[in-house]
């Protein structure tokens, strides 16, 4: 039976915390990598860009003693020469480990339904967990301790606030997501965290979300395949932007966090995420780390038969 990570709510506390030990005593110790991949080939479906994430997987697997595949999701026709279930029954006849970015989240639940293996989230439209370990494990390297800080993310409500949703509640911290009003993080994801036990707050009031947090977290206002919606939605988010004047109000010892890529002048000035209390070039170095890590406790996890998983074409 294979585990996948579509979302970090697939992993448990226990889990969250395996990767993040993992990753930073690899991080540390790099000669100590488990080569769980050795011999296996690994592949990376992308139907949008990546400059962090299929760099970030392509050296996990390396690290793991694989070889990776980047494809891109128009080269293989996903949905249109061939059905989402054939092409990952077909990667899995030669692969260990598929992951995927891809622009309809349903796609990587067939995905992952048709086969043996386990099958990662690179980005959907509703989740970005291997960016939240990776965060995570920024804030734990910072800070200590994760359990009782406070995570303000303040933005569009989308895929990455979404999964640091998940993350939050799995590692004990506070978050509050503060969106303009038609932005908010669903409901229905705020409160899946809440059942984790998470301490979740989703708001519209900008100023009393950012007092006191120990994190401030921003996303681009436009996601990748809404740019149609760019002017509406830099109308929409005016007011949003973190500058210097918002991270005043967040504690003395706030970070800064973004997932990149950044937009200077619109979600974030360039006075905060070239400043001295950001780390997105942290955030962006740990993507391999927590992503090795979380391929190892995936692949460690999983005992897969050589024949993918047979059964109807969707
Ligand atoms: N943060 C992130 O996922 O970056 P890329 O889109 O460049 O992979
Ligand atoms: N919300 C952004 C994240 C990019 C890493 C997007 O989906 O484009």
Same mark, same amino acid.
């Given at each position: 039976?294979?585990?996948?990570? @579509? #979302?970090?709510?697939? $992993? +448990?506390?226990?889990?969250? !915390?395996?990767?993040?030990?993992?990753? %930073?005593?690899?991080?540390?110790?790099?000669?100590?990598?488990?080569?769980?991949?050795?011999?296996?080939?690994?592949?990376?479906?992308?139907?949008?860009?990546?400059?962090?994430?299929?760099?970030?997987?392509?050296?996990?697997?390396?690290?793991?003693?694989?070889?990776?595949?980047?494809?891109?999701?128009?080269?293989?026709?996903?949905?249109?020469?061939?059905?989402?279930?054939?092409?990952?029954?077909?990667?899995?006849?030669?692969?260990?480990?598929?992951?995927?970015?891809?622009?309809?989240?349903?796609?990587?639940?067939?995905?992952?339904?048709?086969?043996?293996?386990?099958?990662?989230?690179?980005?959907?439209?509703?989740?970005?967990?291997?960016?939240?370990?990776?965060?995570?494990?920024?804030?734990?390297?910072?800070?200590?301790? @994760? #359990?009782?800080?406070? $995570? +303000?993310?303040?933005?569009? !409500?989308?895929?990455?606030?979404?999964? %640091?949703?998940?993350?939050?509640?799995?590692?004990?911290?506070?978050?509050?997501?503060?969106?303009?009003?038609?932005?908010?993080?669903?409901?229905?994801?705020?409160?899946?965290?809440?059942?984790?036990?998470?301490?979740?707050?989703?708001?519209?009031?900008?100023?009393?979300?950012?007092?006191?947090?120990?994190?401030?977290?921003?996303?681009?206002?436009?996601?990748?395949?809404?740019?149609?919606?760019?002017?509406?939605?830099?109308?929409?988010?005016?007011?949003?932007?973190?500058?210097?004047?918002?991270?005043?109000?967040?504690?003395?010892?706030?970070?800064?966090?973004?997932?990149?890529?950044?937009?200077?002048?619109?979600?974030?000035?360039?006075?905060?995420?070239?400043?001295?209390?950001?780390?997105?070039?942290?955030?962006?170095?740990?993507?391999?780390?927590? $992503?090795?890590?979380?391929?190892?406790?995936?692949?460690?996890?999983?005992?897969?038969?050589?024949?993918?998983?047979?059964?109807?074409?969707?």
């Amino acid at each position: 039976m294979s585990r996948c990570c @579509l #979302e970090v709510d697939d $992993l +448990t506390p226990h889990d969250v !915390g395996t990767v993040l030990d993992h990753a %930073l005593e690899w991080k540390r110790e790099p000669a100590s990598v488990p080569s769980l991949l050795e011999g296996s080939g690994a592949v990376g479906l992308f139907e949008k860009p990546s400059a962090r994430t299929r760099i970030a997987f392509e050296l996990a697997v390396v690290g793991l003693g694989g070889h990776p595949m980047y494809v891109r999701g128009d080269e293989v026709g996903l949905g249109v020469r061939e059905s989402p279930a054939d092409v990952a029954r077909t990667f899995a006849s030669y692969c260990s480990v598929l992951a995927a970015r891809v622009f309809d989240h349903d796609v990587l639940q067939v995905m992952a339904d048709a086969v043996d293996r386990p099958v990662v989230n690179l980005l959907s439209d509703r989740a970005h967990p291997t960016q939240a370990l990776a965060d995570m494990l920024t804030l734990r390297e910072h800070f200590g301790v @994760l #359990e009782g800080r406070h $995570l +303000t993310f303040v933005g569009d !409500g989308n895929n990455v606030a979404a999964s %640091l949703a998940f993350a939050a509640a799995l590692c004990g911290l506070e978050f509050t997501v503060a969106s303009p009003p038609g932005y908010e993080l669903d409901e229905d994801v705020a409160e899946r965290a809440r059942n984790l036990g998470g301490a979740i707050e989703v708001t519209t009031d900008l100023h009393e979300a950012v007092r006191g947090t120990d994190a401030l977290y921003t996303d681009v206002w436009t996601s990748m395949g809404q740019e149609d919606e760019s002017a509406q939605r830099r109308q929409a988010f005016e007011g949003f932007t973190v500058d210097d004047a918002l991270l005043a109000l967040a504690s003395d010892d706030a970070v800064f966090l973004h997932c990149l890529p950044a937009h200077r002048g619109e979600e974030v000035s360039a006075s905060v995420i070239d400043g001295e209390r950001s780390l997105v070039w942290k955030q962006a170095a740990n993507r391999m780390h927590s $992503l090795r890590a979380l391929l190892a406790l995936l692949l460690e996890s999983t005992v897969t038969s050589n024949v993918p998983t047979t059964g109807e074409v969707p």
